[in-house]
C-alpha cells in the first residue's frame, strides 16, 4: 500500500484537503482538544471519510466521534505491521460506505450501510433481521459479521421461517423436562 502523505495545520486547511478529495484522516491525538474539534468539525460533511487517532485516546476523542462508523485509534507506541492492518481495515469500510457490497446510494442505504459499521463492533451476541423475501438480509447479516470482531470466526446463518414454529420456540426459549413425552 502506497499513500502519499497531506499536512493540515488547522481545520480550514483540512476542509479544503477534503474539498479536493482525501482517502483518509488521521489526527496525533496529543493535540489540544480544540484543534481536534476543530478538525473533527471540518469532517462533518464528510461522514464517509475515515478517521483515525494516532497516540492515546481519552473521553474528549470518543466524545467528538460518537456515531461515527469510519472511526479506529492506534496507541503510541505502535509498529508499521500495526499501523498498516488499522488503515487496511478503515478504508475497506470506507468502501463498503460507499456501496461497493450492498449496492444503492439512496438515503437508507447509506444509513442501513453506516449501521452495520456502527453496530458490528459491539459485543452484542445475536441480531434479528426481518424483512420481505429477498430484501438482502443474508447480505446485511455477512456485512454484519464481516465487520465484527468475530470475523474470524465461521459464519452461520440461520433461515428462521425454514424451522417449523414448535422446534424455533423450543430453540428459542427452551423447553420443561418431559414436555414431549
Known amino acids: 500500500m502506497r499513500l502519499r502523505v497531506l499536512s ?4 480550514d486547511a483540512l476542509g479544503r484537503l477534503l474539498r479536493r478529495g482525501v482517502d483518509l484522516v488521521a489526527f496525533d491525538l496529543e493535540l489540544p482538544p480544540a484543534v481536534l474539534a476543530e478538525g473533527v468539525a471540518a469532517l462533518d460533511q464528510y461522514r464517509d471519510v475515515p478517521m483515525l487517532g494516532l497516540g492515546n485516546a481519552d473521553e474528549n476523542w470518543d466524545r467528538l466521534l460518537w456515531g461515527s462508523p469510519l472511526k479506529d485509534q492506534i496507541a503510541v507506541p505502535f509498529e508499521a505491521a500495526v499501523l498498516r492492518q488499522h488503515l487496511d481495515q478503515l478504508l475497506e469500510r470506507g468502501d463498503f460506505l ?4 450492498l449496492v444503492g446510494q439512496s438515503p437508507l442505504m447509506r444509513q442501513l450501510r453506516e449501521r452495520i459499521l456502527i453496530v458490528a463492533p459491539t459485543p452484542v451476541s445475536s441480531i434479528l433481521l426481518t424483512g420481505e423475501s429477498g430484501a438482502g438480509k443474508d447480505l446485511v447479516a455477512e456485512a ?3 465487520y465484527s470482531s ?3 470466526c465461521p459464519f452461520r446463518p440461520l433461515n428462521c421461517g425454514a424451522i417449523p414454529d ?4 423450543n430453540e428459542l426459549f ?3 423436562k418431559g414436555a414431549f413425552t
Open 8 to 11: 493540515a495545520a488547522n481545520g
Open 98 to 101: 460507499h456501496g461497493a457490497e
Open 144 to 146: 454484519l459479521h464481516r
Open 150 to 152: 468475530r470475523r474470524e
Open 166 to 169: 414448535n422446534l424455533l420456540e
Open 174 to 176: 427452551g423447553h420443561e
